[in-house]
């Protein structure tokens, strides 16, 4: 403390020292985060003048949010106004409770840049308890950071009024196990909470005689995505894209079934749907009941996935070096293995009969001019 009080009267009493400790306030709020070659007490009395700051200083919430967060210029500027950052030391605990747990600096930018709010957090009511009870019911420290990363509401999501009771609501229908997965594929849930969307279409689950059909298990993650497809929205959307997939020739009993292997498929956009039917079955000559034997294939980006591996199978229909897909091989082999595999199995594998095939695949050249 006298060491401390002698700092303070140097601060204000001599100009050397006055000069020192203005020049590290600058650097701090210019952004440099290791001013190191200044005396290790002027550093903290230098850090106790930048903690406590003016809500009329958001230069300085810009600087950290870029230098301590990893945000960009662009996103700091946005994220400070939703932030008073009135101490530095508060906001470095924040990033140290995260690193602690396992969050990378790249998820961390992610949190940050959405909910820059946290900086200012009281860690034992805020963060922490959030972060230890997904630890506590079985969510690994990878899966925690990655649904993080695009929901950091959890972290400031009222544990006791809505987290736990939430929890406890599903662990009655479902295992430990199968309940750290709702959280991975479905974290949406904790934030909103199971009474007003999610207990009544259990109900439905339970009794309705038709939904029973399904035949899903309750202890089984396809449950999982079937009870978010029947939540809500996705409920009405569901219906509606049960009308969609009949105008391609699907039946009752063929969307039923498609449904069980991947009840995804039922809420994606009439618009995204019908595009990809269309290319399926009128660009490549695909029945609509192929399609419905992997309706996993609806969920994959038609420009990224689904137009450039299919035009490379187009070639190699045309060349004779395949037979038909729907007799000789399955939608999976073609779009669900990753792209290394795939380039080796229908690119790499035909580049001495097909040289231009690469080209084909990255969209470089037609599939008729090959």
């Known amino acids: 403390m006298v060491a401390l009080h002698n700092l303070k009267a140097l601060r204000f ?5 006055s000069r020192i400790v203005a020049s590290i306030t600058q650097r701090f709020l210019s952004g440099d985060p290791k001013p190191s070659h200044f005396p290790l007490q002027v550093q903290i009395l230098c850090r106790h003048f930048t903690s406590e700051i003016s809500e009329t200083q958001p230069n300085v ?3 950290y949010l870029i230098n301590s967060c990893g945000l960009s210029p662009k996103d700091a500027i946005s994220a400070s106004k939703r932030v008073k950052l009135r101490s530095l030391e508060r906001a470095d605990s924040v990033l140290a409770c995260l690193r602690n747990h396992g969050i990378c600096q790249t998820r961390i930018t992610s949190v940050i840049k959405h909910r820059s709010e946290l900086l200012q957090a009281d860690l034992e009511k805020t963060v922490l308890p959030q972060l230890e009870f997904f630890r506590s019911i079985g969510v690994s420290r990878e899966d925690l950071a990655t649904t993080l990363s695009y929901n950091p509401r959890l972290l400031i999501t ?10 406890d609501f599903l662990r009655s229908l479902l295992s430990a196990k199968h309940v750290a997965s709702v959280f991975k594929a479905g974290s949406w849930i904790f934030v909103e909470g199971h009474s007003k969307k999610v207990a009544p279409n259990i109900e439905v689950l339970r009794e309705s005689d038709e939904v029973m059909k399904m035949g899903f298990n309750l202890e089984k993650t396809s449950s999982v995505k079937a009870i978010r497809a029947l939540c809500g929205r996705s409920k009405l959307k569901c219906n509606r894209n049960r009308e969609v997939y009949r105008r391609w020739g699907w039946s009752e009993d063929v969307a039923l079934s498609a449904f069980r292997k991947n009840p995804l498929c039922m809420i ?4 995204k749907i019908m595009k990809a039917m269309d290319f399926f079955v009128n660009k490549m000559g695909w029945s609509s009941i192929t399609i419905a034997k992997y309706p996993g294939v609806i969920s994959f980006s038609l420009e990224k996935r689904i137009v450039p591996r299919c035009s490379v199978v187009k070639v190699l229909l045309l060349k004779g070096l395949i037979k038909e897909v729907e007799k000789t091989m399955s939608l999976y082999s073609l779009l669900f293995p990753a792209e290394k595999i795939f380039l080796e199995s229908f690119v790499t594998k035909y580049l001495k009969e097909v040289p231009q095939l690469l080209n084909v695949y990255q969209g470089k050249v037609d599939v008729w001019d090959v």
């Open 158 to 167: 009222n544990l006791e009024n809505r987290i736990v009771p939430t929890y």
């Open 268 to 271: 994606h956009s009439e618009k």
């Open 61 to 63: 919430a810009v600087n």
């Open 13 to 17: 009493g001599y100009s050397q020292s």
